[in-house]
């Protein structure tokens, strides 16, 4: 098979999209920026399932997490710098490669040559040992200074275009993981004694989609996005950094931040400009940038605040108020449907479930209501106390550990002291293959808790930019 059919079959949704609407182009510059855009493709895609696998081995790496902060609006430079930082951080943990022997030193071949042209456009030197790091950072110079302020002419696009797709072309051949790894998406997961079986749609079969099947001993959170390794059987979660519509069949990566500090993702192969090829998360920003910001009391601690004089004992008759009359009735649309979804998850063989998600984004109001439905206990994860709930059918823990070592270690708790199951309430997604439940919020959300605090409570929650759930308490601890 050609390395061109191989792209075409086997290589990922989105970057064999980008590799077929490059060669649908005849026109010398058009082409031109087709690969330029394949180029950025390749880069974004790698850094995701890269930083998918990074923060899910938990590596702690200086110089990726100094870097990610780049993320928040990422230019190409910004992609290309990562790609080979995290490259470097899994490569030094045998975890994974993201490129193919980044120092070996090319010799005449593709990349050398298109290296060579491309520093002849624009005015940079080339070193006397070309590398691949050289050939990427000299397209990420043709890009901003040829196509970023649009001065391709007609001339330099045929003289650089054959050696340009030469050269993407070697490395895309050379991307092993690209066709070793697959991207998959889990639509639902079954019980079939003695197995769990996934089902949904392959995402590396290039430009198609065929169905998906596999069979293991845990289950994992279905409506998402993997990384699949066939050779080992294992499974990295890249929500939210890709996201596949299973109506549209359109998959979406990570974009930037918005203003709102939502995450926004985007389908790169679809040239259209509407909104059903954008979406926007509210996610914890600390996944992309590696910095939890400070974004107000979290759910565990809100209620052990310190306050004082009058205030404090409204804003604490308050959160008393809400905790004895919540009832079903009071749960927003972000929240039922979680509601909705865990009640698949309250019984064995899912042990461990966790529902992750923003600061204020309701989970601790979830905790409370299965507490007062007499379904759980709930408690504060950062003074357990294992002894008083032995035999305990459920537990709720807010604020717990989200890193793998963490999780797993909740199985022998469970079983030292006979509890049937425990809900993990944390804002990053937990790192270990367990159900996990994102609960985002909404503008829609937050008009929903106004009106049911003046509906239950008889309470007037001023204006203001209410960004989650705790903002629209925040005026009583004033």
């Not at 710098?81 to 490259?87: E, G, I, P, S, V």
Request: proline share 5%.
């Amino acid at each position: 098979m050609s390395a061109v059919d191989q792209i075409r079959v086997s290589y990922p949704l989105p970057i064999a999209k980008l590799y077929e609407a490059m060669c649908l182009e005849d026109e010398a510059r058009q082409r031109v920026l087709k690969l330029i855009d394949l180029f950025e493709g390749i880069s974004h895609y790698l850094v995701l399932i890269g930083l998918s696998s990074y923060i899910y081995h938990e590596l702690p790496d200086p110089n990726v997490e100094e870097s990610r902060s780049e993320l928040e609006r990422p230019s190409l430079g910004s992609w290309v710098k990562l790609l080979r930082l995290l490259d470097a951080a899994l490569r030094s943990n045998n975890t994974a490669f993201l490129l193919t022997d980044p120092n070996r030193v090319c010799r005449n071949d593709s990349v050398f040559e298109a290296n060579r042209v491309l520093a002849q456009i624009t005015g940079v030197s080339q070193p006397r040992r070309v590398k691949l790091i050289h050939f990427f950072n000299s397209v990420v110079q043709f890009r901003n200074d040829k196509i970023g302020h649009g001065s391709l002419s007609l001339r330099e696009a045929r003289r650089v275009l054959e050696a340009l797709e030469s050269a993407i072309s070697q490395w895309l051949a050379e991307l092993s993981i690209l066709h070793q790894q697959h991207v998959v998406y889990i639509d639902r997961v079954e019980w079939w004694d003695p197995h769990f079986v996934y089902y949904g749609t392959n995402l590396n079969s290039g430009t198609s989609l065929f169905p998906f099947k596999l069979e293991r001993d845990r289950p994992v959170t279905p409506g998402q996005v993997y990384l699949y390794q066939p050779a080992n059987g294992s499974l990295v979660p890249l929500y939210p950094f890709l996201v596949f519509d299973d109506d549209s069949r359109l998959l979406y990566t990570y974009d930037k931040l918005s203003s709102k500090r939502e995450l926004v993702l985007r389908c790169p192969y679809e040239a259209t400009t509407s909104a059903e090829t954008r979406r926007h998360l509210s996610f914890d920003e600390s996944i992309i940038t590696g910095v939890r910001p400070d974004s107000g009391p979290t759910a565990s601690s809100a209620s052990r605040q310190n306050h004082r004089g009058a205030t404090v004992s409204k804003y604490s008759k308050t959160l008393d108020l809400i905790k004895t009359n919540l009832t079903e009735n009071w749960l927003t649309d972000s929240q039922r449907e979680v509601w909705m979804q865990l009640s698949k998850f309250m019984e064995p063989p899912y042990y461990v479930v966790n529902i992750y998600g923003v600061s204020g984004a309701g989970k601790t109001f979830l905790g409370w209501l299965l507490q007062k439905q007499k379904r759980a206990l709930y408690a504060d994860a950062s003074d357990p106390s294992w002894q008083s709930w032995q035999g305990q059918p459920l537990v709720v823990l807010d604020g717990y550990d989200p890193s793998r070592r963490a999780v797993r270690s909740l199985r022998s708790q469970l079983q030292l002291w006979n509890i049937g199951q425990v809900i993990i309430l944390t804002r990053p997604k937990a790192q270990d293959d367990i159900p996990c439940l994102h609960l985002a919020v909404t503008d829609k959300d937050i008009q929903i808790v106004k009106a049911t605090l003046y509906r239950e409570l008889e309470m007037i929650i001023p204006e203001g930019n209410h960004r989650n759930l705790w903002d629209c308490l925040k005026h009583l601890e004033e």
